[in-house]
């Protein structure tokens, strides 16, 4: 299939192509209040204004709804279903085609036009939905395998329980922030001395990144009510990338027994914008392959419910200068999004609109593609060499971290992520 | 001091005396959409139709902001701060006192009265706030001692970290439910035979409850700032009873190495009544003694920041007869709520109004004591007997256990949190 062409100019390269049409949270120096709009090119249809200047006059199912687009984040226009998101980014990329069916709607409604597709340079990117619970799990088979030959060798790498059941904590949602937010160093307790057994107050000394996506939930499910792995898919809105900030050595103290915490709260970022479900559905793929079969409520007999989405991590020190420090592909992934729902709820846990699902950080085979630095640099053991010349084993203060994700390898077909970025600040002085 | 009088009927045994004032939120028959009360001996004062019929007249300080009185949660009440909280609280004590300053406001204003006041038996009682994150901390001492030996023996039972900080993990905000709410026995992978090493889906067959006290936070900290042990006070809201319901079976297997997930996340109850910090304080106490010295951030020198409230938990059968399964003091925890705070905020983790904290679970010395069933009936080996004659080593399906705690030994004036209770359903049919 040749790449859908648009009357609007867009760069063969890049992200927002036609083909994806991904929803954000964007506030103008002219709207200031955040808004809805989805990427394209290098602009934004701001949503808002189009809703207002009668864009979807031709439309008809979506007019009782059309105050969603004038709210602050995604969560309303998610509650309103899989089918209605996919009749909506189905409109919109008709009326953006080239020969679409719609001319009067925007390609020759000038003022229209001029006052709703806005540069995405002067956009302010804004958290996309309203966090209301926040989970991680640790999905990455590979990841799991060289965190756990670092901390029990390789015959006791994974858990008993790994392949069986997609192993998660719940996480903090009041810490997850959009691309762009800086990220403080935590203080946290950290043992310097194991010997000692007396831990010290201090800066952390091994601060990590994780390459993940998350992925946002549409659907609400009642309290003692599983969503079946069947329905699962009905009720995932996007997906996001996510950086997973991590402090190695808070977590090595704390974490006993009941998993890690401070060591992960101070700061998890997401990309702006959410690449909707539909969007990412020609690119689906199996995951790993899982050596058990699991057990009934997990299986997706076959199902492609992962996708190629080609990951990359890059590093930019205060010289300015970026090295490419992974490089891998989300199909990493030994349980796939539906199969976390659907043990997510197995007991009943309830789901609302917003509710944000993390994968485990995406490590690929290879030291190349090991998605954060405790694997690359062997719990600090190993030093991993810039383009600059400066080495690193965890990140510094000042050391900007941005992951890409794309799918697709066609000019002009691109469905992309955009950046998912964050620059690390010198922790807050300690009171004495 | 006397009990202080109201001119209003007050049980001598009421856990809502005039001392306490708890806030919740009602609805009733004739006022449908949920909103703020307090409770008041066997009745509450509608804060919502108080307001409407100008009961705040005489303290003109929460004038422009009464408009909390009719929202459906206690948050925008609580964002107002604690000097506001003691002022309305106290204001309202004059109000109901027997020779109070202000007899126009409602005691001898019949129409209000008529109004305004309410059986607690005819309000239908909801969350009291809309829960932005849940955290449990595991602060009960001899409750980790007492599991601690269970698991890893007696020379081995408190982890390294254990008296160096309030551990704790995240827990799930969408599944707190406020007292009364059934909890459907959750299903979930547990392993029957460890030699086998292959899990089945099943119903939890170690299904147990564990008590404990929530506190909710009423001042938000944003990301990167840490809430001193200093301040950490102001930003208490109040307190509620808490039972984590817990499936042990399920926590066995999932457990490694990210810690607790769907054995907790099917369901925590509270109780309805927020108590005020304010009320409190006269029952404030030192908690267990730490018999290491805490790094600075988490000292808190001599203040007593714990309380002294009488705890039970009943557990009542399906013959109707109700047992006394556990008594024992909430000063058995080894760290405070703002210490919690304090610890939870030291890396930067940002907080929000609504954001609950659990404490553990609290138990006592001596079998009595012990808040959980998994101690009591060491993990299933010892049985506990009923007053009905029957016997328990876990909950079984149509249990109801009630958590009560009262502050205060004296008629007239105590302090309490009314009841916290849960009924436990069969677990859902597994589809095949």
């Not at 929803?23 to 090119?41: E, L, Q």
């Not at 980014?89 to 597709?117: H, M």
């Not at 993390?358 to 405790?374: A, D, N, Q, R, W």
Request: aromatic share 8%; net charge negative; hydrophobic share 35%.
């Amino acid at each position: 299939m040749a790449p859908l062409k648009s009357w609007l100019e867009i760069d063969s390269g890049s992200h927002f192509s036609l083909h994806n049409l991904p929803f954000g949270i964007i506030s103008t120096t002219s709207t200031p209040k955040p808004h809805p709009a989805v990427a394209i090119g290098d602009q934004v249809l701001d949503l808002q204004i189009f809703t207002e200047g009668n864009g979807f006059a031709a439309l008809s199912t979506i007019q009782p709804h059309q105050a969603v687009f004038s709210r602050p984040t995604l969560n309303d226009f998610a509650a309103l279903g899989r089918p209605m998101h996919r009749v909506v980014r189905e409109y919109l990329q008709t009326v953006l085609l080239e020969d679409g069916p719609f001319p009067g709607v925007l390609k020759e409604n000038t003022s229209l036009r001029d006052n709703a597709l806005i540069a995405q340079k002067e956009c302010h990117m804004h958290l996309p939905m309203h966090i209301t619970d926040y989970t991680d799990f640790y999905a990455g088979l590979h990841h799991a395998y060289n965190v756990g030959v670092l901390f029990r060798g390789p015959q006791n790498a994974l858990q008993p329980n790994y392949k069986h059941l997609p192993v998660g904590y719940h996480g903090r949602a009041s810490s997850v922030v959009v691309s762009g937010t800086p990220i403080r160093r935590p203080n946290g307790q950290i043992l310097t001395d194991p010997a000692v057994k007396e831990p010290i107050l201090s800066p952390c000394r091994k601060l990590d990144m994780e390459l993940e996506l998350g992925c946002f939930v549409c659907k609400p499910s009642a309290m003692g009510e599983p969503v079946s792995i069947k329905d699962a898919p009905e009720h995932l809105f996007g997906v996001v990338l996510m950086n997973d900030w991590s402090a190695r050595d808070i977590q090595a103290w704390e974490y006993v027994p009941l998993g890690p915490f401070n060591s992960k709260n101070f700061g998890t970022t997401i990309s702006p914008w959410v690449v909707l479900i539909d969007a990412l559905e020609p690119f689906a793929s199996t995951g790993l392959q899982n050596d058990i079969k699991p057990l009934a409520y997990l299986d997706e007999r076959e199902r492609k419910s992962h996708y190629t989405i080609d990951l990359s991590v890059e590093l930019t020190t205060d010289s300015g200068n970026s090295s490419t420090i992974c490089k891998t592909t989300a199909t990493n992934l030994l349980f796939s999004f539906p199969q976390m729902l659907a043990h997510h709820t197995v007991g009943g846990c309830p789901f609302n609109v917003g509710d944000l699902m993390g994968s485990g950080t995406i490590s690929g085979e290879g030291k190349s593609g090991k998605g954060c630095l405790l694997e690359q640099s062997e719990n600090g053991k190993v030093s991993i060499r810039l383009s600059d010349g400066q080495e690193r084993v965890f990140l510094q203060d000042g050391d900007e971290v941005t992951i890409t994700g794309v799918c697709g390898g066609e000019e002009g077909a691109y469905v992309g992520f955009g950046k998912c970025s964050g620059k690390i600040l010198p922790a807050m002085e300690i009171a004495t």
